[in-house]
């Protein structure tokens, strides 16, 4: 069977550029220059006959073809590295980078992330914050905060602890708020 899609390069590329926003921090991440992620993704939309990103002065919005595209193919890769890692578990997913704002750090079972081995294979660290510009300025994946921050281009999602009434709000980059590490560190959080 033949199979018909576009450069794994340039999906990949196209991948983690709508995950950050920003061909800087997808670069970084896949270890080329952001001139290279680009010039992928250029490639990638050239290919489709689409845009997939409106280019911005501070950084990329995806296009509406561009957020239809996202989630299929970040589920793609997620079972293309769980094909993987189940041959080769040492290559295990990249991990997030949580900040917990202070007012919700008593609401979290103690020692949280690491009360449970099931948030293991998703969060690297955590650390006491509520700056949302430390997603912007990709020092952090995502925050868990006591309130919603109705950050433009950010993706929050209430989730209601032990079914207590005040909710913690996950927040993070569009890109990765589909991702199966943000998915599991929020079922973990119901």
Not at 122 to 134: G, I, Q
């Amino acid at each position: 069977m033949t199979y018909r899609f576009p450069s794994l390069n340039g999906l990949k590329a196209f991948e983690a550029a709508a995950r950050h926003l920003s061909f800087k921090a997808a670069a970084a991440e896949l270890g080329v220059t952001a001139g290279a992620v680009s010039q992928q993704v250029k490639r990638l939309e050239m290919s489709l006959g689409i845009s997939l990103f409106r280019r911005l002065p501070q950084g990329l919005l995806l296009t509406q073809e561009g957020a239809t595209y996202l989630p299929d193919i970040s589920r793609a890769f997620d079972i293309l590295t769980d094909a993987t890692e189940a041959v080769a578990p040492a290559l295990n997913g990249r991990k997030l980078s949580i900040g917990l704002d202070p007012r919700i750090i008593d609401r979290l079972p103690k020692r949280w992330p690491r009360h449970s081995n099931e948030l293991e294979p998703y969060v690297r660290e955590t650390r006491a914050t509520d700056n949302v510009e430390l997603i912007w300025n990709n020092e952090l994946d995502a925050l868990l905060l006591a309130e919603r921050t109705r950050h433009a281009g950010l993706v929050e999602q209430a989730v209601f602890p032990n079914a207590k009434k005040a909710p913690i709000f996950f927040v993070t980059r569009p890109g990765l708020a589909e991702c199966r590490q943000s998915r599991a560190i929020v079922e973990a959080l119901k």
